[in-house]
């Protein structure tokens, strides 16, 4: 990888999608995908980049359209609405005038899931229950027909979740890029999550946190196209150090890095035992260069080996949403939706802290900060504990702090493949439960449908009581049947449920 010789900006392309919109995903809208995507095109655009060779592939949500037009119009760029795949398979076919340059970027922010045999499936603006999607790897294999884009030397950046298929959930409708000739091409593909993750999503920012980092590091480390882009993973590994859950890594990027067609190997940046340390998995012929190759080799038909393997860029991780969130985000990004409207994770420096269990409402056994600490900016969970009135189902409590805004949080879960409904039920109080604060006039619910993987789903609810520095609060969840009588918080705070205390 190492540094990029730097490309004449005249022969330097982008094709960057940005899905907002999921009409049938119910809550899984991503506000702010399209607005990344028009980042990066501001950061090409910036380094002299001709608006002609980005192509933006967007679904926007409607409240976006506004912005993005402005936006589009300073940059001299034209956005390209996409409401399906068919769609965008249409605009991917061959152009009537093939990018031909040095490097091409391509930029996807949006669901994704892993599938049976590791594949990563990028899911379309008409998703529905049959996970109408494309192949990551298949677009990949794709852009190397001469025919579509001749470009050599290929960086993908790609904000989406991995988080697992359930066997028993219905297989994903996976769309087949045309076939055709391949040529020499050199591709590095940097990705927001690994194996079994999701990709945290910042709703009260409107951006992915994995988006963030990144372009946070562009646009100040990188004045032109010569990319380091060792440099740029050291930085989205640190960004991610940290976010961890107990001993389960939340939110993990990695880096593919594969050589042209008649390379040796496919090159797989691994966890570093120390900081700064790298390891290469070669096979079958040793690797020769190292600094000054950006691209690290590999005969294109492992190529399907690669995403089996989960690689880690950080010695200890972070959190990140599309799984649970990046501490100071909200979970979002996965091929499940994120429960609006939840300030949402994606990338930032704070670093989340370790969960603190809670055995009933009130009664943290680990507090996950120092004791009478203030909670920092990031999210502060108890431990996944059964409920009372919905059998079968777990909850958890949850507290996530921005700056001065403080959002009340629940991860629900059940253990039957078979969907459940339930009402989800979130309130404040002071911390010793004998004073109920918020929502004024009872508590808030929200209809929910769970299943073993709805923890990525957060109930998220934005608490506008003025909170009073240095005073000890508790957030409560309480997950109940539909037909089942709502707690009766304002009477009895901690009467039912389990919570998560914090000092503000």
């Not at 002299?48 to 933006?56: D, E, K, S």
């Not at 079968?392 to 409904?421: F, I, L």
């Not at 004024?440 to 299943?451: E, K, P």
Request: charged share 25%.
């Amino acid at each position: 990888m190492a540094e990029m010789t730097a490309p004449d900006p005249e022969r330097v392309h982008a094709l960057l999608v940005g899905i907002e919109q999921y009409p049938h995903m119910g809550d899984g809208q991503l506000p702010g995908a399209a607005a990344d995507a028009m980042r990066l095109a501001r950061w090409l655009r910036r380094r002299g980049v001709p608006g002609g060779n980005i192509r933006l592939l967007l679904a926007p949500l409607p409240g976006s359209w506004p912005e993005l037009n402005t936006r589009a119009k300073e940059l001299g760029v034209a956005i390209d609405p996409v409401t399906s795949r068919d769609q965008i398979i249409d605009r991917l076919a061959s152009p009537p005038t093939v990018p031909d340059g040095d490097v091409l970027y391509v930029y996807w922010g949006g669901h994704g899931v892993l599938d049976r045999g590791d594949r990563r499936l990028l899911l379309c603006p008409d998703d529905s229950a049959e996970r109408r999607s494309l192949d990551l790897m298949d677009l990949r294999d794709y852009l190397t027909r001469p025919d579509v884009a001749r470009c050599r030397r290929q960086v993908f950046l790609v904000d989406a979740c991995a988080t697992f298929v359930q066997a028993g959930d219905r297989r994903p409708d996976v769309a087949a890029l045309p076939a055709g000739g391949r040529a020499a091409v050199e591709q590095f593909l940097l990705l927001a999550a690994a194996a079994g993750q999701a990709a945290t999503q910042r709703g009260a920012q409107r951006t992915g946190a994995f988006s963030t980092a990144v372009m946070d590091w562009l646009e100040e480390h990188s004045p032109g196209l010569d990319t380091d882009l060792d440099a740029l993973v050291a930085h989205v590994k640190e960004h991610f150090t940290g976010h961890r859950l107990g001993n389960r890594q939340l939110q993990t990027p990695v880096t593919l890095v594969i050589k042209r067609l008649g390379g040796d190997d496919v090159e797989i940046w691994e966890r570093p035992g120390a900081p700064g340390e790298k390891r290469a998995k070669r096979a079958p012929a040793d690797r020769s260069g190292g600094a000054g190759v950006w691209a690290g080799g590999g005969v294109l038909a492992l190529v399907a080996m690669v995403a089996i393997v989960a690689m880690f860029l950080a010695d200890r991780r972070g959190a990140g949403q599309k799984d649970e969130a990046d501490p100071a985000e909200a979970p979002a990004v996965s091929g499940a939706p994120v429960t609006a409207p939840s300030p949402t994770p994606s990338p930032s420096a704070s670093a989340s802290r370790s969960p603190s269990p809670v055995a009933s409402s009130g009664t943290p056994t680990a507090p996950v900060q120092a004791a009478g600490a203030p909670l920092e900016d990031g999210e502060l969970c108890a431990g996944f504990l059964p409920t009372t009135d919905a059998p079968g189902v777990e909850e958890k409590a949850c507290v996530w702090r921005e700056g001065t805004a403080v959002y009340m949080r629940a991860y629900v879960r059940a253990a039957s493949r078979t969907p459940v409904k339930v009402k989800v039920y979130l309130w404040l109080s002071l911390r010793d439960g004998n004073k109920y604060l918020y929502p004024a006039g009872g508590v808030t619910s929200r209809d929910v449908t769970v299943g073993p993987q709805t923890e990525r789903e957060p109930v998220t609810e934005k608490v506008t009581l003025p909170l009073k520095p240095g005073t000890e609060y508790e957030v409560h969840v309480s997950t109940k049947l539909p037909n089942v009588s709502p707690p009766n918080a304002p009477n009895n705070p901690a009467v039912t449920g389990h919570g998560q205390w914090f000092k503000y």
